[in-house]
Nanobody, 116 residues
Framework: VQLQASGGGLVQAGGSLRLSCAAS????????MGWYRQAPGKQRELVAT???????NYAESVKGRFAVSRDNAKNTVYLEMNSLKPEDSAVYYC???????????WGKGTQVTVSS
């Protein structure tokens, strides 16, 4: 399975960005897809995930501002980020896997920078 993310960039605080991540290869068996992020000097952290059935999980820090969605037919996961804050600045990684043990696959990161 390969994951290709796109959509990062520079935005002002309060703005919005949308990330996309398309899975290729043997992607139809993937159960969970989602997003993690890593800011400089910090550990990588979960942002949001979604199962094939549509069950979502969010970090507390992004609840109410971010929305994760998934198009199973396209094997693509999206992250709609609204009301962005400077502390959301990080490299965002697409991830995918088969269950609750964590991701099995990682995409290359995409940089999100929120200016104050």
């Amino acid at each position: 399975v390969q994951l290709q993310a796109s959509g990062g960039g520079l935005v002002q605080a309060g703005g919005s960005l949308r990330l996309s991540c398309a899975a290729s290869g043997n992607a139809y068996s993937l159960v969970r897809m989602g997003w993690y992020r890593q800011a400089p000097g910090k550990q990588r952290e979960l942002v949001a995930t979604i199962t094939r059935g549509g069950t979502t999980n969010y970090a507390e820090s992004v609840k109410g501002r971010f929305a994760v969605s998934r198009d199973n037919a396209k094997n693509t996961v999206y992250l709609e980020m609204n009301s962005l804050k400077p502390e959301d600045s990080a490299v965002y990684y697409c991830a995918a896997g088969y269950g609750g043990d964590g991701p099995s696959y990682w995409g290359k990161g995409t940089q999100v920078t929120v200016s104050s």
